[in-house]
C-alpha cells in the first residue's frame, strides 16, 4: 500500500463544474495536509494546506479533511481552463516534533474543458 | 527575485559517467530537499537537509550522495550513473523545516542515463 494515493485520473469537468481530487493516506499519525499544484513542465506550488477536521476555504478553492477516515479532498468551484495541471496530495511526517518530510501521491491529472 | 535555482536544465549521460547536480537559494531557507519525480511514481524523496551542517536520507538514496555545502548551497551528486536514474530532479527549500508545508521547488533538472 502506498502511503499517499491518489486517483492518477485523468478527471474531466467542463468549465464552471466543481472538480473534486481525492487522497487517502496510510500513517495515522500525520498532522499536517496539503495541495500542490504541477503545471505541465513545471514545478509544484504549494495551493492549500490543512491541519484540522473539516473544511478551509480559500477563494475558489477547499481543502477537506477526514482524520479518521485518512482522507483529504480538494474541491474546486466554478472550474477554469487555467486550472488544468495535476494536483498532488502531500502528508507531512513528523520526528520530534517537526514536520521535516513531506510524502507526495502521485498526482491526479484535472482537465477542464471550455 | 531567484528563489531556487537548479543546474543543469537537461543532462544526457552514458551508464557509468558521474555528476553534480546544483542547487541554491536566496531565501535564506534553513531546509533543503531533493526530490526526483518519474511518471506513476510521483515525486520521491532522495536527500534532505533540515539544516546546515545536517542531512538524512529520504525514500530513496541509494546510488546518490550529497552535500549541504553551506546555508544557500545543497547538491546532489550520481558517482555512477544507471538508467534507472533518468527521471526529472527537483530541488527545493522551506524556512521552518516544514511546519508549514510550503516547499519553494526550483525549476527541475531533466537527466537522461544512456
Known amino acids: 500500500q502506498k502511503e499517499v494515493e491518489q486517483n492518477s485520473g485523468p478527471l474531466s469537468v467542463p468549465e464552471g463544474a466543481i472538480a473534486s481530487l481525492n487522497c487517502t493516506y496510510s500513517?495515522?499519525?500525520?498532522?499536517?495536509f496539503f495541495w500542490y499544484r504541477q503545471y505541465s513542465g513545471k514545478s509544484p506550488e504549494l495551493i492549500m494546506s490543512i491541519y484540522s477536521n473539516g473544511d478551509k476555504e480559500d477563494g475558489r478553492f477547499t481543502a477537506q479533511l477526514n482524520k479518521a477516515s485518512q482522507y483529504v479532498s480538494l474541491l474546486i468551484r466554478d472550474s477554469q481552463p487555467s486550472d488544468s495541471a495535476t494536483y498532488l496530495c502531500a502528508v507531512g511526517r513528523n520526528y520530534g516534533g517537526a514536520t521535516n518530510k513531506l510524502i507526495f501521491g502521485t498526482g491526479t491529472l484535472l482537465a477542464v474543458q471550455p | 527575485n531567484a528563489g531556487v535555482t537548479q543546474t543543469p536544465k537537461f543532462q544526457v549521460l552514458k551508464t557509468g559517467q558521474s555528476m553534480t547536480l546544483q542547487c541554491a537559494q536566496d531565501?535564506?531557507?534553513?531546509?533543503m530537499y531533493w526530490y526526483r519525480q518519474d511518471p506513476g511514481m510521483g515525486l520521491r524523496l532522495i536527500y534532505y537537509?533540515?539544516?546546515?551542517?545536517?542531512?538524512d536520507k529520504g525514500e530513496v538514496p541509494n546510488g546518490y550522495n550529497v552535500s549541504r555545502l553551506n546555508k544557500r548551497e545543497f547538491s546532489l551528486r550520481l558517482e555512477s550513473a544507471a538508467p534507472s536514474q533518468t527521471s526529472v530532479y527537483f530541488c527545493?527549500?522551506?524556512?521552518?523545516?516544514?511546519?508549514?508545508?510550503?516547499?519553494?521547488f526550483g525549476e527541475g533538472s531533466r537527466l537522461t542515463v544512456l
Open positions: 531565501m535564506n531557507h534553513n531546509s
Open positions: 500513517d495515522r499519525v500525520s498532522q499536517s
Open positions: 537537509s533540515a539544516s546546515e551542517g545536517t542531512t
Open positions: 527545493a527549500s522551506t524556512w521552518d523545516g516544514l511546519n508549514t508545508g510550503e516547499l519553494f
